[in-house]
């Protein structure tokens, strides 16, 4: 019995600690904001370096390339954390949060064109990598149409 409560008690302990952390990250709303739109940027400035190379106003260098889509690839999983509960406002619509089953599907969309488009840039095939940008650029516009304000 004894054991038992113990082992209770601990797991109760660890869920506290894992729900508090999740959210800890952001003191304030506007942290969280902040976080996000940063994330962005970066994102959208390697993304942007590579658009340049896909549009022919940059020459192609691999190395080049491969790093601004790894960076892509990292920074495609940590916005969404910063959409939690409460964390309204910025450019981000209301539907966000009203239509969160939407918004997750769209973000899940854009980080797998992105596996795509870091795999083509990995392996260094510039036909692939126009292909993959252009589907991923889709997925941007998509959630941005919808999520974003203007
Ligand atoms: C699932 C939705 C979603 C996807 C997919 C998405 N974005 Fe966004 N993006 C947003 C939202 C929402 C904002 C506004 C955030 C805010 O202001 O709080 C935003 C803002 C931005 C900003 C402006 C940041 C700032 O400083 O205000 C840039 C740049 C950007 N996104 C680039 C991209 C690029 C590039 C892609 C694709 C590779 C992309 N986004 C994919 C939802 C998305």
């Known amino acids: 019995m004894k054991l038992q409560k113990i082992i209770l008690a601990a797991t109760a302990t660890i869920l506290t600690i ?4 999740a959210f800890a990250q952001f003191q304030k709303p506007e942290d969280a904001i902040k976080y996000r739109q940063s994330v962005f940027t970066v994102l959208g400035n390697s993304f942007g370096k590579i658009g340049a190379v896909v549009k022919g106003e940059a020459p192609y260098n691999k190395d080049d390339v491969a790093k601004n889509a790894a960076i892509v690839a990292m920074m495609s999983t ?28 769209a973000s899940e969309k854009m980080q797998l064109a992105v596996v795509d488009l870091n795999k083509a ?13 252009g589907a991923t650029g889709q997925t941007c516009k998509g959630c941005h149409d919808d999520f974003r304000k203007k």
């Open 18 to 21: 894992g729900s508090g952390f």
């Open 78 to 105: 940590l916005p969404w954390q910063a959409f939690g509960p409460g964390t309204e406002g910025g450019k981000a619509q209301p539907a966000i949060w009203s239509d969160n089953a939407k918004f997750k599907a």
């Open 121 to 133: 840039a990995q392996s260094g095939d510039l036909e692939n990598i126009k292909k993959a940008f």
